[in-house]
């Protein structure tokens, strides 16, 4: 009958053996610094360099299928081809901001415009934000000058 060797039975080679103090602290790791920033792994660059090759070719192949009626060749077009657009530029009169009177009419403009449809909610939330940053620095302009003032009194 032959001996199975358990894990006691097998002697670590001096090669793979590590001297107590050689070791790594729990918590800390054997490289601090890490990966340079834009490191790529070896696999995105082996695929990116094999694409590049041939991307011009699988590129009008997709767009072939596309114009052939491939619906799913169309859907990746546009899904992954053609940026999705985060903004769309708008146009809106808005009145000169200046004084705490005119952030009032402002939001009112902006209001009017997203009832009536031709702006976005999103789109008027994040105008209505750039009017309330201009106010606070009216606000915070004013400010300053009344303390300005009330110092040179005293």
């Known amino acids: 009958m032959k001996k199975v060797a358990n894990e006691s039975d097998i002697a670590t080679p001096k090669s793979a053996r590590v001297p107590p103090g050689a070791r790594w602290k729990k918590g800390e790791s054997g490289n601090p610094k890490g990966k340079p920033p834009g490191t790529l792994n070896k696999r995105t660059v082996l695929a990116m360099a094999l694409l590049e090759r041939d991307l011009e070719a699988i ?58 449809g031709d702006l976005l909610p999103g789109e008027g939330t994040t105008l209505a934000g750039i009017v309330e940053m201009r106010r606070k620095s009216i606000e915070t302009e004013e400010l300053e000058l009344r303390i300005a003032a009330l110092e040179s009194k005293t």
Do not use: C, N, W, Y
Not at 101 to 109: G, H, K, L, N, T
């Open 59 to 116: 590129t009008k192949v997709v767009v072939d299928a596309a114009l052939g009626g491939d619906m799913q060749a169309a859907r990746f077009i546009v899904e992954r081809m053609v940026p999705p657009m985060r903004e769309r530029p708008i146009t809106i009169d808005l009145p000169v901001v200046d004084s705490a009177a005119d952030v009032s009419a402002a939001q009112q403009a902006i209001l009017g415009a997203v009832a009536r």
